[in-house]
């Protein structure tokens, strides 16, 4: 009939006509010699279900974005936005403490669209705040499948375009809700390829129980505590009491906090009141942490409205993460057989030196205590393109783990390069991104800089990407997920090649 395709084409229309609006044209502050060289887009979407307003930004690839990939960035928490990521991992762009804005030599939209989204609403600039309801697991997922909906309809040019999702933290929930939707109800013309997640938490029992050998085998504790530990906290008992779980007991919730002191965890920690405090209020009643530390200078500059009207986003405030009730779920090990029968491309990655979502319970849920994933490429190094050992990667079926050596909890802002690679090759496959160039400084540095202490700085040399913001999440690291135990009361394939010196080029 003619009348749905006239109907069809007017949808449309309309969708390119709303993001042509939503173009960023000018961005506030830009400071940098090296002029932006992609589009972005940002603003809000309406979700038809309840009439939230999902706010999202997208930056276009630097090179070729009429083919490159198209990529879903989400931040954990819960209720964390995902421009924190934006602005001190990942994006292309790096506040200074005077305000101004660089270039982020690092940004992982050189070879990819990257869509930055506020989840649930409530979050950054997404709002409004609905009932209790709105805010668990299963809703987030709904709601963000709903927005991809929405957007895919106002960016038609990315439809059969290979579309991931990526995110860290408790995007290890998020994702594997989201992308379970998304295999059993696919949206018409989009190309769904794979998804990746960094220091995922993904089961509760699995990941808390593996807390206490992670302080034991990287020297925080002595053997004794260790011993103490195992005395007191046996199995069942032990993960309750890394989350404060109903069947905690006094004895181990002792030798818990005894295994922290003794590791001077709070000396050690300058910081311990400025790190962000990520509490949840749900039924599992689990524990406040401290998070590493979100930069200052972009939430200054996120909160200026001369921004937010270049962003298109309402003028108020804007925090890193919101103060939500949130009901969190204990684990999303249950998505992962549907989503492993879909043949996705699958990377989980994990900051070695991690301490908050360590890489010894990610391993665990991957083979036997969770998926018991068969091996098909054994544990090997991989090399960045420095020739240096970035980590080690190990490939199972329909599944790669890799870890980052030396990276925490925030892989991108404290090993740029080697997650840059193993984003790119994840992306475009290990011969592809062993034909790309990448900065050829002899030493790696942190993203997220404040060079305006640095003034004439040669631009060839990304000296000084060593911000406050990842000194100090730096410094958190040494939080552990059992650290401060105590009752929530607010809101809060890549085909890997089995190759051990790949050649690089460029």
Known sequence: ???????????????????????????????????????????????????????????????????????????????????????????????????????????????????????????????????????????????????????????????????????????????PFLVHNLVLNPISNVNFTGFAIGNPFTDRKIDGSAAIEFKYTHG???????????????????????????????????????????????????????????????????????????????????????????????VGEWTPCAAIAYTRSASSLQKYPTILAAGLKILIYSGDADSIVNFVGTQRWITREGLNLSIEAPWRPWFGPDQQLAGYTETYTNLTFTTIKGAGHMVPATRPLHALYMFECFLYGQMACETFAYPTDSLEYLSGADLTSQPGQNDSKFNGWLSAATLIALACLGYFIGMAIRPAKTLQSSQWTQETTPIYRG
């Open 1 to 175: 009939m003619i009348l749905p395709a006239v109907v069809l084409s007017l949808c449309v229309a309309l969708a390119v006509a709303t993001a042509h609006t939503h173009k960023i044209t000018a961005l506030p502050g830009y400071n940098d010699s090296k002029p932006i060289n992609f589009d972005q887009f940002a603003g809000y979407i309406r979700l038809p279900s309840n009439g939230q307003s999902m706010f999202y930004w997208l930056v276009e690839a630097e090179t070729t974005p009429r083919s490159a990939p198209l990529v879903l960035w989400l931040n954990g928490g819960p209720g964390c936005s995902s421009l924190s990521g934006f602005f001190t991992e990942l994006g292309p762009f790096v506040v200074q403490s005077d305000l101004t804005v660089k270039r982020n030599p690092y940004a992982w939209n050189r070879k990819a669209n990257m869509i930055f989204l506020d989840s649930p609403a409530g979050v950054g600039f997404s709002r409004p705040v609905l009932d209790d309801s709105e805010y668990n697991d299963d809703v987030t997922a709904a709601r963000t499948y709903e927005f991809l909906v929405a957007f895919f309809a106002m960016y038609p040019q990315y439809n059969g375009r290979a579309f991931y999702v990526a995110g860290e933290s408790y995007a290890g929930i998020y994702i």
């Open 220 to 314: 925080l504790i002595s053997i004794e505590t260790y011993q103490l530990v195992v005395a007191k906290c046996p199995p069942h008992i032990l993960w309750q009491c890394e989350f404060n779980g109903p069947q905690c007991t006094a004895a181990c919730f002792g030798a818990l906090m005894e295994a922290s002191l003794s590791a001077h965890l709070f000396d050690l920690n300058p910081w311990p009141s400025a790190c962000f405090k990520a509490e949840s209020n749900s039924p599992q009643h689990l524990p406040r942490r401290d998070w590493p530390l979100h930069d200052q200078f972009a939430t200054a500059y996120l909160q200026l409205p001369q921004v937010q009207r270049a962003i298109h986003a309402y």
